[in-house]
């Protein structure tokens, strides 16, 4: 079993929706990242978050350290915003990734 | 200014030959990975220097060697290529384990 997983594995949206990612992690953790990666494979982070919540433009981060869950949302998603969305989390001096979510968003 | 910078960004190789892939970050920062990317795109780290000292190395084989000349610079040799050695390579890095900045990753193919 994965130390980070990741649901769901594939999505697919109508542009305007409201999307949600979850990641649940299973080590203690320093932080957690949100990474994207775009076709043509280069990554992005998008947040680095150990408690609370972070927002950026239609972006939103939230974690419970207590339940050791993270979820990622989109506001109003765009075309644009089809990519894959990898969680990641701090251990030690790594981290360690969960399987990613394919986001297709549809205009 | 790129901030993680990797070449080459495509390697197309034959089984057995020898390579090496260069990263270099200009950011300052004390930490620079490996991470590899499977067929299936998932993430895994293989090395972490600190400084110019190896601190991780997660069961990768012997072929595979970084080196570190300085901090701003973590390079990746492999001897002797696998056909499952094909995956795309990553190089990233960052500052006390704060955000991590990534490289744009090399195809390696191994035919």
């Known amino acids: 079993k994965n130390e980070v997983e990741q649901s769901p594995q594939n999505l697919t949206a109508q542009e305007g929706e409201f999307i949600t990612i979850n990641c649940s992690y299973s080590?203690?953790?320093?932080?957690l990242h949100w990474l994207q990666q775009h076709p043509g494979g280069g990554i992005v982070s998008l947040f680095m978050?150990?408690?609370g919540k972070k927002k950026h433009g239609r972006l939103i981060a939230t974690i419970n350290i207590q339940e050791k869950h993270s979820s990622l949302h989109i506001t109003a998603s765009h075309p644009r915003d089809s990519a894959v969305y990898i969680c990641?989390?701090?251990?030690?001096?790594?981290?360690?990734f969960g399987a990613g979510t394919i986001l297709r968003v549809k205009s | 200014d790129t901030a993680v910078s990797q070449t080459p960004k495509y390697l197309v190789t034959q089984m057995g030959n020898d390579k090496s892939i260069k990263c270099e970050q200009n950011?300052?920062?004390?930490?620079m990975y490996w991470y590899k990317q499977d067929s299936k795109k998932f993430l895994k780290i293989m090395f972490s220097?600190?400084?110019?000292?190896?601190?991780i190395n997660e069961t990768v084989p012997n072929r595979f060697s970084p080196k570190s000349p300085d901090k701003a610079h973590l390079n990746l040799h492999i001897n002797s290529l696998e056909l499952g050695d094909s995956a795309v390579y990553f190089c990233?890095?960052?500052?006390?384990?704060?955000?991590?900045?990534f490289g744009q990753g090399t195809r390696l193919t191994v035919v």
């Open positions: 990641a989390v701090g251990e030690g001096n790594k981290l360690v």
């Open positions: 990233a890095s960052s500052q006390d384990m704060t955000e991590a900045f």
């Open positions: 978050l150990s408690s």
């Open positions: 950011l300052g920062h004390d930490t």
């Open positions: 220097y600190n400084n110019k000292e190896l601190i």
């Open positions: 080590v203690g953790i320093s932080a």
